[in-house]
């Protein structure tokens, strides 16, 4: 009795596992089938593994980590930007509860769109270099300021590193409805649905919600290029562009790699 | 004949106990057996414990009773150690492979360690070499969908525990191993929470920020051994118990503490004040449930949480306005009154007994 138990535990156990690994494969194949949702051509400013501080010899693989911010009311990047009642009520989040106590609620699950080099990335810079501008008039005024020329120095490698180096990948709506957010924004190349997860806490009185993440966050790199890939990642004189595709779930791979 | 492994060992424990007991009478000269009485009875003995060993694998003596703990820690070890190394065997070389190779060898492991522990089954007699495998089968059936999900950068989500608990749980049942029943329960656990997590709007990875969102099926799990019994499977309805109690208890710890995590709309302070009340209540009802029904993991479990319950109210009370030592010491005649408290308890139990 105890044996014909046990195979008919490991045979159920076996049947799962089987069915498991059918739904998540099913899954994938369905998401990269028929028309990419968005397909993105992003930069070594946009996907990278260059700020991870743990450099782990025992994994062989390698996933990019996307780079995103958003756009703060200043002009300035600010990936902690809390997003307007309007957007919030979009995402199904009630604005109209006053806060009364500081009761700290979960984090949501939301979509969210990325904008990569549009209107927000050409603000940050309009915005550098209008601050750029303005620091060097200043100096022009006082030249002997070393204050003034310590500014001046920072606010052109503000202006340089917000167009050459830093992500171009910004986060600029969020909701729930797939189709609202696609009609706002149909630019397939330019503009990405991904999903996001918010978080919120209180400010003078006010609960502010901003974006914590995106998932998933990292992408794995397919084996045809994950050797030239793994070269270039740590190496900030070796740029590569790598094409995102988004699929039917808003998943996504690695669908190109172009490697000057 | 015994129905489960606890009644077979519990009987062999009382034959050893029984023998020790006789060699001291006859020794005292309290009682003596004729000869042929004393053989028919080491006969009887023999014969039945030969039975046992037979059927349920007991431990006959002592020094197999000690041995048997050794295994079964050396059982445990040598799961954790080769799950470990299954998972970093397979960081070391993943990155080798394209996408087809590493589905195969992920899928492959599932099915390997499953048929492992189909063969280890038929031939292992005390049982421990099964658990480990099935263990090793857990560890690659949750490596081949967590890596499945890495490869293909698939949304990450809480679907991912049910098939871990049920598939956990089968193994637990066709092995016995109840290290597994816990994983099993634990993933369940996680489940529920994380779906009545959503359900409110949250996202599934914060439902540590609800701890209630544990309290439904913490409660189904600790009552469930009355409703479906566990007789045939030794240790699990103890387990269910214990597991149930934890993920009450824990919950109701933190909230006493922490009343922003609570879904309920009052002032923190009441809060806080109701989830202190009712984790001593509980706790309370939980050792006088314990004590009827004999369940020592009941007993043991209600009174760790009382003790932890009052000691955070003490310490919520006059760390700040005592003296270190006074406080100490308060706490420490604390004690003394309990051990007093549960001594007298002790002989009063063992006066109605006689």
Same mark, same amino acid.
């Given at each position: 009795?105890?044996?014909?138990?046990?195979? $008919?535990?490991?045979?159920? %156990? @076996?049947? /799962? *596992?089987?069915?498991?690994?059918?739904?998540? #494969?099913?899954?994938? +194949?369905?998401?990269?089938?028929?028309?990419?949702?968005?397909?993105?051509?992003?930069?070594?400013?946009?996907?990278?593994?260059?700020?991870?501080?743990?450099?782990?010899?025992?994994?062989?693989?390698?996933?990019?980590?996307?780079?995103?911010?958003?756009?703060?009311?200043?002009?300035?990047?600010?990936?902690?930007?809390?997003?307007?009642?309007?957007?919030?009520?979009?995402?199904?989040?009630?604005?109209?509860?006053?806060?009364?106590?500081?009761?700290?609620?979960?984090?949501?699950?939301?979509?969210?769109?990325?904008?990569?080099?549009?209107?927000?990335?050409?603000?940050?810079?309009?915005?550098?270099?209008? $601050?750029?501008?303005?620091? %060097? @008039?200043? /100096? *022009?005024?006082?030249?002997?300021?070393?204050? #003034?020329?310590?500014? +001046?120095?920072?606010?052109?490698?503000?202006?340089?590193?917000?167009?050459?180096?830093?992500?171009?990948?910004?986060?600029?709506?969020?909701?729930?409805?797939?189709?609202?957010?696609?009609?706002?924004?149909?630019?397939?190349?330019?503009?990405?649905?991904?999903?996001?997860?918010?978080?919120?806490?209180?400010?003078?009185?006010?609960?502010?919600?901003?974006?914590?993440?995106?998932?998933?966050?990292?992408?794995?790199?397919?084996?045809?290029?994950?050797?030239?890939?793994?070269?270039?990642?740590?190496?900030?004189?070796?740029?590569?562009?790598?094409?995102?595709?988004?699929?039917?779930?808003?998943?996504?791979?690695?669908?190109?790699?172009?490697?000057? | 004949?015994?129905?489960?492994?606890?009644?077979?060992?519990?009987?062999?424990?009382?034959?050893?106990?029984?023998?020790?007991?006789?060699?001291?009478?006859?020794?005292?000269?309290?009682?003596?057996?004729?000869?042929?009485?004393?053989?028919?009875?080491?006969?009887?003995?023999?014969?039945?414990?030969?039975?046992?060993?037979?059927?349920?694998?007991?431990?006959?003596?002592?020094?197999?009773?000690?041995?048997?703990?050794?295994?079964?820690?050396?059982?445990?070890?040598?799961?954790?150690?080769?799950?470990?190394?299954?998972?970093?065997?397979?960081?070391?070389?993943?990155?080798?492979?394209?996408?087809?190779?590493?589905?195969?060898?992920?899928?492959?492991?599932?099915?390997?360690?499953?048929?492992?522990?189909?063969?280890?089954?038929?031939?292992?007699?005390?049982?421990?070499?099964?658990?480990?495998?099935?263990?090793?089968?857990?560890?690659?059936?949750?490596?081949?969908?967590?890596?499945?999900?890495?490869?293909?950068?698939?949304?990450?989500?809480?679907?991912?525990?049910?098939?871990?608990?049920?598939?956990?749980?089968?193994?637990?049942?066709?092995?016995?191993?109840?290290?597994?029943?816990?994983?099993?329960?634990?993933?369940?656990?996680?489940?529920?929470?994380?779906?009545?997590?959503?359900?409110?709007?949250?996202?599934?990875?914060?439902?540590?920020?609800?701890?209630?969102?544990?309290?439904?099926?913490?409660?189904?799990?600790?009552?469930?051994?009355?409703?479906?019994?566990?007789?045939?499977?030794?240790?699990?309805?103890?387990?269910?118990?214990?597991?149930?109690?934890?993920?009450?208890?824990?919950?109701?710890?933190?909230?006493?503490?922490?009343?922003?995590?609570?879904?309920?709309?009052?002032?923190?302070?009441?809060?806080?004040?109701?989830?202190?009340?009712?984790?001593?209540?509980?706790?309370?009802?939980?050792?006088?449930?314990?004590?009827?029904?004999?369940?020592?993991?009941?007993?043991?479990?209600?009174?760790?949480?009382?003790?932890?319950?009052?000691?955070?109210?003490?310490?919520?009370?006059?760390?700040?306005?005592?003296?270190?030592?006074?406080?100490?010491?308060?706490?420490?005649?604390?004690?003394?009154?309990?051990?007093?408290?549960?001594?007298?308890?002790?002989?009063?139990?063992?006066?109605?007994?006689?």
């Amino acid at each position: 009795m105890k044996a014909l138990s046990s195979s $008919r535990c490991l045979a159920g %156990a @076996a049947v /799962l *596992a089987l069915l498991v690994n059918a739904v998540v #494969l099913g899954n994938t +194949l369905y998401n990269r089938s028929g028309d990419a949702d968005s397909q993105l051509r992003l930069s070594q400013r946009e996907l990278s593994n260059r700020w991870s501080y743990f450099d782990n010899q025992e994994n062989s693989g390698l996933s990019l980590k996307l780079q995103w911010t958003r756009l703060n009311e200043d002009a300035t990047r600010y990936s902690d930007t809390p997003f307007s009642a309007e957007q919030l009520r979009a995402a199904g989040i009630d604005t109209d509860t006053p806060v009364t106590q500081p009761k700290r609620l979960p984090e949501r699950d939301t979509l969210v769109v990325l904008e990569l080099d549009g209107p927000a990335h050409q603000a940050t810079l309009q915005d550098l270099q209008r $601050r750029r501008e303005k620091a %060097a @008039a200043k /100096l *022009a005024a006082t030249p002997d300021d070393a204050r #003034l020329k310590s500014a +001046l120095e920072e606010a052109e490698r503000m202006l340089r590193n917000s167009r050459d180096l830093y992500s171009r990948l910004y986060a600029v709506d969020i909701g729930l409805d797939r189709d609202a957010l696609r009609q706002r924004y149909p630019d397939r190349r330019q503009y990405a649905i991904v999903h996001g997860v918010l978080s919120s806490w209180i400010t003078n009185e006010k609960r502010e919600w901003h974006l914590s993440r995106i998932t998933p966050g990292e992408v794995s790199v397919p084996y045809q290029w994950r050797d030239a890939l793994s070269g270039r990642v740590k190496n900030d004189d070796a740029p590569y562009e790598v094409e995102i595709t988004f699929g039917q779930r808003l998943e996504p791979w690695i669908s190109d790699a172009f490697l000057p | 004949m015994p129905l489960t492994r606890d009644q077979a060992q519990q009987r062999a424990d009382d034959i050893q106990a029984f023998n020790r007991e006789l060699q001291r009478l006859q020794t005292e000269r309290a009682l003596q057996l004729a000869d042929d009485q004393r053989q028919h009875l080491e006969a009887h003995h023999r014969a039945l414990l030969d039975e046992l060993r037979g059927s349920f694998d007991v431990d006959h003596n002592r020094q197999t009773k000690r041995l048997s703990l050794s295994m079964r820690i050396s059982s445990l070890l040598g799961a954790l150690a080769l799950a470990a190394s299954l998972l970093f065997f397979f960081y070391q070389f993943w990155g080798l492979l394209g996408e087809t190779a590493q589905v195969s060898v992920l899928v492959g492991f599932t099915f390997a360690s499953l048929l492992i522990v189909h063969l280890v089954n038929r031939r292992d007699q005390s049982g421990y070499f099964t658990k480990l495998a099935a263990m090793l089968a857990f560890a690659c059936f949750v490596l081949n969908i967590t890596m499945l999900g890495q490869i293909f950068n698939v949304q990450p989500s809480d679907k991912a525990l049910l098939p871990w608990a049920i598939f956990a749980l089968l193994l637990a049942y066709g092995c016995e191993a109840r290290l597994l029943l816990v994983a099993g329960l634990l993933c369940l656990l996680a489940y529920v929470a994380a779906r009545i997590g959503t359900w409110g709007g949250g996202y599934w990875l914060s439902v540590g920020e609800r701890p209630e969102n544990f309290l439904p099926l913490a409660l189904v799990l600790i009552v469930l051994p009355q409703f479906i019994s566990q007789a045939r499977f030794s240790g699990f309805a103890a387990t269910y118990r214990l597991v149930g109690l934890i993920a009450l208890f824990l919950p109701v710890l933190a909230l006493a503490n922490w009343g922003t995590g609570s879904y309920l709309p009052w002032d923190n302070g009441i809060i806080e004040g109701s989830y202190q009340l009712l984790g001593f209540i509980t706790a309370a009802l939980v050792i006088w449930i314990g004590s009827r029904r004999e369940w020592p993991e009941m007993v043991n479990t209600g009174l760790t949480f009382f003790i932890i319950f009052l000691f955070t109210k003490l310490f919520d009370w006059w760390w700040e306005i005592m003296p270190k030592y006074l406080f100490f010491l308060i706490i420490g005649l604390i004690a003394v009154l309990f051990l007093l408290v549960l001594g007298r308890l002790r002989r009063r139990d063992g006066g109605l007994a006689r």
